[in-house]
């Protein structure tokens, strides 16, 4: 994880910091051409005004079809033809940026991801960035491939671990591409997936540099809200209060840990390195507990009930609290007012906040175990 965005920065050539295009209209007017399709449908799926899900189909007449509609802004949408699969890696799918004006489209049938673009600035600066992560995904093929066909959560597990240097690869490219375009909504919209590797201090420097007009945009606004659940949740904030039901069935508040240290343990039943850290957890809580501090497990596994309760008799970890993160899904919509994750910022599992017995988080970490054995040592021999 990279921890100083701002040493990278030193080192990074920055190639330029191109004016963002002043869009006077709001209508966008998609054309385009369809090689090896002379007839069928395709389709596109994007926010429109007012923050409107639009789904819309065009019948392709002689290799051609046309798209229009009202946009807020540029914004990302998806494109599709017949698809053999709903994985975004089918090749008649692709992502694209659509922006007010006209923009001009060319396809070939089962190769989506290679389109041509005329008018389209923004598609074009996201296309130069997916050109360097191919590069990246070239030389990892063969792993990448083994990745999509394993079905066992072990083994697929085994291999995410090998593919770290894939992972931290695919990272620096996006990294260097903000460096160059700190006001592209490339930038704005490509952030959302850096949240969970990004310290709270490289994330504001960023949102920072997107300037005005993009932290309006809805991605920056997104981005926005993402740093204040993540300053939340980090050291020298005051840990928020929740009341919930345990795995028992009892009330437990986090007011009720008040004057003890607590130690918030965000994990799920199918999350292989929670489950692995938990011999080494259960370790620190027999050291530990009669030093005045609690453990709460805060599982994400509102809709798994059973594997839940299941994974703690299994790894022995019924000696602390438990609880779960408190998502509701009723008829398909997402219920997220008392969800405890979202109140600390959690995007990766596990990730554990350490709280002191005035209630100010001092710590927030990940899978690796040593920094927060090395708090509990220096808390506990004092």
Known sequence: MIKNILAISLLLAVFGNPALAQQNGKQFLLTGKIKGAEEGYIFISYLGA???????????????????????????????????????????????????????????????????????????????????????????????DSLRIEKNPEKNAEIRERLAPYFAAMDAQDYIFFEAHPQSYVTAYMMRFHVSDLSLDSLELFYNRLGTALQKNRYGKHLLEEIEKLRNGSPGSIAKDFTTTDIEGNKISLADYKGKYVLLDFWASWCIPCRKGNPHMKELYAKYKDNGIEFIGIADDDRAELKWKEAVAKDGIGIWKHVRRGLKYEKGILDRSTDISDNFGIHTLPTRILIDTKGFIIGRYGEEEKELTVKLKEIFSK
């Not at 007012?50 to 798209?67: L, P, Q, R, T, V």
């Not at 004006?101 to 060319?106: S, V």
């Open 50 to 144: 007012e923050n409107k899900n639009i789904k819309d189909s065009c019948a392709i007449k002689n290799g051609s079809f046309e798209f229009k509609g009202t946009i807020d802004g540029p914004v990302m949408a998806s494109l599709n033809g017949k698809v053999q699969t709903r994985s975004v890696s089918d090749p008649n799918f692709t992502n694209l940026f659509l922006q007010p004006g006209n923009i001009e489209i060319t396809i070939e049938e089962k190769d989506y991801k290679h389109a041509k673009f005329n008018g389209a600035s923004i598609q074009n600066e996201y296309i130069a960035l997916n050109k360097q992560r191919e590069l990246v995904e070239n030389k990892y093929k063969l792993q990448l």
